[in-house]
């Protein structure tokens, strides 16, 4: 059952952009430390960025730093990752992930979000190809 619902996903052109969505279902999301992560099939998930509840302080992927931007809007229990100047090599399924003892400290958090953590949705699918 998943506990977040991402929505956004689709096919878009090199250099286009796209903002994706993370809702939780259900449950406030003020106290969590949120990730996003992405995952092409065959290969392995990665951690792509996330947010700290505490101070909205962010990290990013070094592939995606300068490119990506998360931000969260926890009245209406969302986060965001908005994508610009999209790359072919950022195709894959889209999807965020959270856990009470999750903290986004710092980079080196962001490989963390592989983890089984307890909170995650099902993705949105992203398409770079012209």
């Known amino acids: 059952q998943s506990q977040f619902v991402e929505s956004g996903g689709g096919l878009v052109q090199p250099g286009g952009s796209l903002r994706l969505s993370c809702e939780s279902s259900?449950?406030?999301?003020?106290?969590?430390?949120i990730g996003w992560l992405r995952q092409v099939p065959g290969k392995e998930r990665e951690g792509v960025s996330c947010?700290?509840?505490?101070?909205?302080?962010?990290y990013y992927a070094d592939d995606v730093l300068g490119r990506f931007t998360i931000s969260r809007d926890n009245a209406k229990r969302t986060i965001y990752l908005q994508m610009d100047d999209l790359k072919p090599e950022d195709t894959a399924n889209y999807y965020c992930?959270?856990?009470?003892?999750?903290?986004?400290?710092?980079?080196?958090?962001?490989?963390?979000?592989?983890?089984?953590?307890?909170?995650r949705g099902k993705g949105t699918l992203v398409t770079v190809s012209s």
């Open positions: 259900g449950f406030t999301i003020d106290d969590l430390d």
């Open positions: 947010i700290r509840a505490r101070d909205n302080e962010a």
């Open positions: 992930a959270s856990d009470p003892y999750y903290y986004c400290s710092s980079y080196q958090s962001i490989p963390l979000l592989k983890s089984d953590l307890s909170y």
